[in-house]
């Protein structure tokens, strides 16, 4: 504004010189005084509406891009997320969330509390587009209630990985995060039997075969924090290998001196015969955990002579070398498609099954353990992370059948059940792991696109954000899983970890099948190779046979 004055000063005085002091006739002298002073008005106030209009306007726009914000719970946790939210003016806070209804109605530094039922209303009435998850110790069962009642609507729900942090002023909220499917469909954990998890790890030199995948990885992060005394990765995959190395190497170096296991990184291929050999008599392990398998059903079904290959012979190597070393300890990483198959990929499971039945029954000194259970949430071969790539494009979300379920568990929590269900063995066992209620497909994909903020588009709401697509069962695809073949499984020791009856063949009729299998294989024979497959495992049927006894099956998501 003092810049607006020079200039109308300096615009005056040649007015004042010629109208004011030398003067012209029709002219009065006041207008050299008179129309600067307007001209200064006008423009000042010109300068002063538009200041207005343009700071009203993007205050406007701030507005409009707040978040309008919910905390769900109102005890500790949320009241430090609450002061947390006043630094940032992205969010606007307009209420707290709580079952209690005791406490419904009272205001915390201005903030009112509302009871879950008020939900439709808060919802309407300010435009509530965040709701923020303060329950620091909420169970999985709860979570899931809570989404239930937000999912009429497309909010964002978020939570903070460790609300206990916020709480001790570690963590800021930047450090929000989506929910994920993870944190809903897992269950509960049941804390482990410590005497279990250490029983084949503790002092030992244990060996994991397929290291870098979903499963092996994991039994790896679990395994070097519990005091091995070297821990052997196995992997064909250079960078799965490289990448999983590195990562145990960090959690290493965090270790106290005393605890840090050695790390040995072995690049082979367990369908290798000699590979298999020469790292079974150099390293000489204690336990080993086999994770190596291919478990992509279509790409198996597309390729029997590669899926056969890696699966069966890549067991019966590091089985038979097993045997022949003298490992303590061997638990092979099975799969409910093993139950039933309708699938290569299934049967070639079972196969593996009955190859370490198999030699524990001829009187093998190592102790060998089969442990089956369904899908893990993330794995590379999970619908989650599919699911999660076609809503992030804007779908479709697309599902095979309707009617599709299966069960599902959290990596770490398949990872932890395993290591103490192979503790428990004392030789041929299969254990099966307790994967809770199975999982409707298509409610999945509903519950992660609500999950995102967004709403299905269908004939009902044709107005939603992404579509569920019916692309029809893949090649080998059964409706249901199922984790037993026999009926009344055993109890354990573990309430989560139970103990077939399954049949099984005399090492001399197996092994001669075996040997076909290979010969098959050798000489490129895929259809020799699946009448030896349906010879071995006589459950093994076509897809159609068993989904059409399971048509009607319901099952819900699980609650």
Request: hydrophobic content about 45%; overall charge negative.
């Amino acid at each position: 504004m003092v810049g607006l004055g020079y200039s109308v000063l300096l615009y005056s005085i040649p007015l004042i010189v010629i109208f004011g002091i030398i003067g012209m006739t029709g002219i009065p002298r006041t207008l050299a005084f008179i129309q600067p002073l307007l001209f200064l008005l006008f423009l000042a106030t010109a300068r002063i509406i538009a200041r207005y209009a343009v700071v009203d306007l993007l205050k406007r726009r701030d507005i409009q891009q707040q978040s309008v914000v919910l905390i769900y719970g109102a005890g500790e946790a949320g009241q430090q997320l609450a002061m947390a939210l006043r630094g940032d003016p992205g969010m606007r806070l307009v209420g707290f969330i709580d079952d209690d209804r005791k406490i419904e109605g009272e205001i915390i530094d201005g903030v009112p509390i509302y009871s879950r039922p008020k939900l439709p209303y808060l919802v309407d009435s300010f435009g509530v587009t965040d709701v923020l998850l303060a329950l620091p110790h909420v169970t999985r069962s709860k979570r899931r209630r809570v989404m239930k009642s937000l999912e009429d609507w497309p909010i964002r729900v978020r939570m903070l990985p460790n609300m206990r942090q916020i709480i001790d002023e570690q963590v800021s909220v930047s450090d929000l995060r989506d929910v994920q499917i993870e944190d809903l469909l897992g269950r509960d954990p049941v804390p482990p039997n410590q005497l279990l998890l250490g029983r084949t790890i503790v002092g030992k030199t244990v060996m994991v075969s397929g290291a870098g995948g979903s499963i092996g990885s994991e039994l790896c992060r679990q395994i070097v924090t519990m005091r091995p005394d070297r821990l052997i990765l196995v992997e064909s995959s250079e960078y799965g290998l490289y990448a999983i190395g590195q990562e145990l190497q960090a959690v290493i170096a965090e270790l106290p001196e005393g605890q840090q296991p050695e790390l040995v990184e072995e690049l082979g291929n367990v369908t290798d015969q000699p590979t298999v050999r020469r790292l079974l008599a150099r390293w000489r392990p204690d336990t080993i955990f086999h994770a190596a398998a291919y478990k992509h059903v279509p790409l198996v079904e597309a390729n029997p002579i590669a899926g056969i290959g890696n699966n069966v012979c890549g067991t019966l190597f590091m089985a038979s070398e097993a045997d022949r070393v003298g490992v303590t300890n061997f638990v092979l990483i099975s799969t409910d498609k093993a139950v039933r198959p309708t699938n290569v990929m299934g049967a070639s499971k079972r196969v593996c099954e009955l190859v370490l039945q198999g030699l524990a029954g001829r009187g093998s000194k190592t102790i060998f353990a089969m442990v089956r259970f369904g899908n893990v949430l993330g794995s590379s071969g999970s619908v989650v992370p599919l699911f999660r790539e076609q809503i992030r494009i804007g779908g479709p979300v697309t599902v095979t059948h309707r009617d599709v379920t299966r069960f599902f568990m959290t990596i770490p929590e398949a990872a932890q059940l395993v290591i103490q269900a192979g503790a428990m063995a004392k030789g041929g066992e299969v254990f099966v792991l307790d994967m809770g209620k199975p999982v409707r497909i298509i409610e999945l994909a509903r519950t992660m696109i609500n999950l995102s903020g967004l709403t299905v588009r269908d004939e009902d709401h044709p107005d939603g954000d992404i579509e569920i697509a019916e692309v029809g069962l893949r090649q080998g695809e059964k409706l249901y899983e199922e984790l037993l073949i026999g009926d009344d499984p055993k109890p354990t020791s573990h309430s989560r970890i139970m103990q077939a009856r399954e049949a099984m063949l005399e090492w001399a009729d197996l092994s001669a099948k075996l040997d076909l299998l290979r010969d098959a294989m050798d000489h490129g024979r895929a259809e020799a190779c699946l009448d030896i497959l349906h010879d071995l495992v006589p459950e093994f049927r076509p897809p159609e046979e068993v989904n059409q006894a399971s048509a009607d099956i319901q099952a819900p998501l699980v609650g």
